[in-house]
């Protein structure tokens, strides 16, 4: 039996969690993941090699958000 969750913000989500935490703020993206990733899915050249971690580079940016990373580091989102 399917039981349906109020709590889930999307339809398509298993379980009765939120992305949210009632925070309103979004969960952030994995540290582990690759420059090289984000630069393909956003569509920049971040000026650094394509295996530092996202997480190395919001410690050298001072930055949490992928969009505060990329400005930090004067970079312009196609």
Do not use: W
């Amino acid at each position: 039996m399917s039981r349906h969750c109020n709590s889930n913000d999307d339809p398509f989500m298993r379980g009765c969690r939120a992305r949210n935490e009632g925070s309103g703020q979004l969960r952030l993206k994995r540290g582990d993941t690759r420059v090289a990733t984000i630069e393909r899915e956003y569509g920049v050249d971040l000026g650094v090699r394509g295996d530092m971690r996202l997480d190395t580079l919001r410690e050298i940016t001072g930055e949490v958000s992928i969009q505060g990373v990329i400005h930090a580091l004067g970079r312009k989102l196609d």
